[in-house]
């Protein structure tokens, strides 16, 4: 495996050092054609069973039975998949136990060891795409993305990380200070990496692994076992995540029991319960801020690492590519029906137009413009419901129908109902655009709220001055991952540039063609700052991996 693996290791670590584009896994489905009916075969073989799992502590399953939770997916179907449900007191000691021989092996063993985990994976991404489809309600390209490959490099960008830190202390070192004629002071010293702790990653349910993954293999490269509490409506990507860890472990010599999964019955509270345990040393969490904040406030034995709600701004302020802008604009807000913690949601415009390669376009004009545009994009429902995706949770369509009442203002573009063609039960939705006024304090008080799904705002602003000073207010008082900005002007460019420094927050600027906002490259984009309330990490970064492990040392009298 270290054959194999370690040389792969390296190169993500220059690419993190240049922060330059690279990756193992390819993403363009061509390069998984060829296994995409093996995926969907797989993944039908899979349901209506128990998921097997030999993990300690069994003492019951969790769904699909009456009461006993199950997942269903968004695009109108019961996975009916039975998970192996286990008491969390004996799954903790028993990886307790399972950890000790795991923090004795060396950085570079546990790299290898996580890179076969990923390569693993890699051969089976269509399966794994299959998975996150029809847990998340991912389309096809976003499926392959962010539940397979793009989730596999943030496994390794972590596994990277954790590594290079590990490593950058030496084993041994003679050390020798002078001491003029008397001689030499001499010590040997000793470094050695010794893990936090068991780690718990409490997952999401709109990107189980993108999200999951970094957590996961952070934890797991320093040493650490890892407990992964799946969302109980999108278990079975991480299902088959700790499957796979569990039997490279066994194969390499190591207690499979250093990755466990703990799924939940419903009520269950397992993520509090098992987050307070004091043999959880690291809390790895991706959801809504409000239990991000109680975990930080309660799960003090641990070092608690939180991504939550973001509410993302662009500043339309003025363009040489008007077409190109509109087309960018309209796919950022259609993928994956706005579902993304990138995803754009209050599209800031100044209420006496900007200007363009094609002259002035008033605010309205530019609302009228985008409408249009989602309406090209989207005329075809087949290809529609590829970039749209399913609504993963029934609550969206409520955000969605309060826009579309006019109860929230002005209903610039109506959402409509897409019809997929091979699951016709599937809910998907295209965007609404609604009308807001950066001078009317109720709807700016709607604006600092997250609308997680396919509802957009475009809010009247003052000038671009204005637009600025309300993305920025935006950013600190509701948190944001990504904001962006379309403008000519070197002066708003510099202003944007330092109310984001300032607040914590990635700029994107004048994107046209295929890069969206909404995009994070691994290896070269840190996802987050953990500067701002969306979350206090950022993936991509050695802050991320150092609070996994600490170095002590011993010194000894030569």
């Known amino acids: 495996m270290m054959e194999r693996h370690l040389p792969l290791v390296e190169q993500a670590m220059e690419a993190l050092s240049g922060r330059t584009h690279w990756s193992p896994y390819p993403d363009d489905h061509a390069a998984h054609a060829q296994n995409a009916p093996e995926g969907e075969r797989d993944f039908r073989e899979l349901l209506g069973r128990p998921f097997a799992l030999d993990q300690p502590g069994r003492d019951g399953t969790v769904g699909p039975a009456p009461g006993q939770g199950g997942e269903t997916s968004p695009y109108g179907f019961p996975l009916d998949i039975a998970y192996p449900h286990s008491d969390p007191g004996r799954l903790l000691t028993a990886m307790e136990t399972a950890m000790a021989p795991w923090r004795t092996a060396t950085p570079a063993e546990r790299a290898a060891v996580c890179g076969e985990i990923l390569d693993r994976i890699h051969a089976r991404s269509q399966v794994f795409a299959q998975a996150a489809a029809h847990t998340s309600g991912h389309g096809p390209v976003m499926a392959l993305h962010a539940g397979a490959v793009h989730a596999q490099d943030r496994g390794l960008e972590a596994v990277a990380l954790a590594y290079a830190e590990q490593t950058r202390f030496p084993e041994r070192v003679a050390w020798r200070r002078p001491l003029g004629q008397d001689g030499v002071f001499a010590l040997d010293k000793t470094f050695r990496i010794v893990p936090t702790g068991i780690g718990l990653v409490v997952a999401g349910a709109v990107f189980p692994a993108w999200n999951g993954y970094a957590g996961l293999f952070a934890s797991l490269a320093c040493g650490n076992a890892v407990l992964v509490k799946p969302h109980p409506s999108a278990v079975l990507p991480l299902a088959l995540t700790v499957r796979v860890a569990r039997e490279v472990l066994r194969e390499a010599g190591f207690p499979p029991d250093v ?31 409000e239990f991000g904040r109680w975990l930080t406030e ?55 137009g900007i200007t363009t390669d094609e002259g002035h376009k008033g605010y309205d004009d530019i609302v009228a413009d985008l409408g249009t545009a989602l309406d090209t994009l989207l005329a075809d429902d087949a290809h529609a419901a590829d970039i749209l995706g399913a609504l993963h949770r029934p609550g969206l369509l409520d955000l969605v129908a309060r826009a579309d009442s006019g109860r929230l203002g002005t209903v610039a573009h109506r959402s409509r109902a897409v019809r997929h063609p091979r699951h016709p039960d599937a809910t998907i939705r295209t965007p609404a655009l609604v009308c807001l006024d950066a001078a009317r304090a109720a709807d700016v008080e709607t604006l600092l709220t997250e609308w997680p799904g396919p509802v957009a705002f475009a809010v009247a602003v003052d000038g671009a001055d204005a637009g600025v000073e309300l993305l920025a207010r935006t950013v600190r008082e509701s948190g944001a991952l990504s904001v962006g900005a379309y403008t000519t002007s070197p002066r708003v460019e510099a202003a944007l540039a330092e109310v984001c420094a300032d607040s914590g927050v990635m700029l994107s600027l004048n994107l046209t063609g295929d890069w969206y906002i909404s995009q994070s ?31 002590v040392a011993v010194r000894r009298r030569v």
Do not use: K, W
Not at 534 to 539: F, P, Q, V
């Open 298 to 352: 309660h799960a003090t034995q641990a070092r608690v690492f939180t991504a939550g709600s973001a509410v993302n701004s662009l500043l339309v302020e003025s363009t040489a590519g008007y077409r190109d802008m509109l087309a960018n604009l309209a796919f950022s807000l259609a993928l994956y029906s706005g579902q993304l913690c990138t995803s754009p949601q209050n599209l800031l415009i100044p209420r006496t």
């Open 521 to 551: 490259a691994v290896y070269s984009d840190p996802h987050g700052t953990g500067l701002n309330p969306s979350g206090n990490t950022a993936y991509g970064t050695a802050a991320f991996v150092t609070p996994r492990f600490s170095v």
């Open 259 to 289: 990755v466990c999964l703990a799924a939940e019955h419903p009520g269950e509270g397992l993520a509090a319960r098992l987050a307070l345990d004091p043999r959880i040393r690291i809390v790895d969490y991706t959801g809504g801020a």
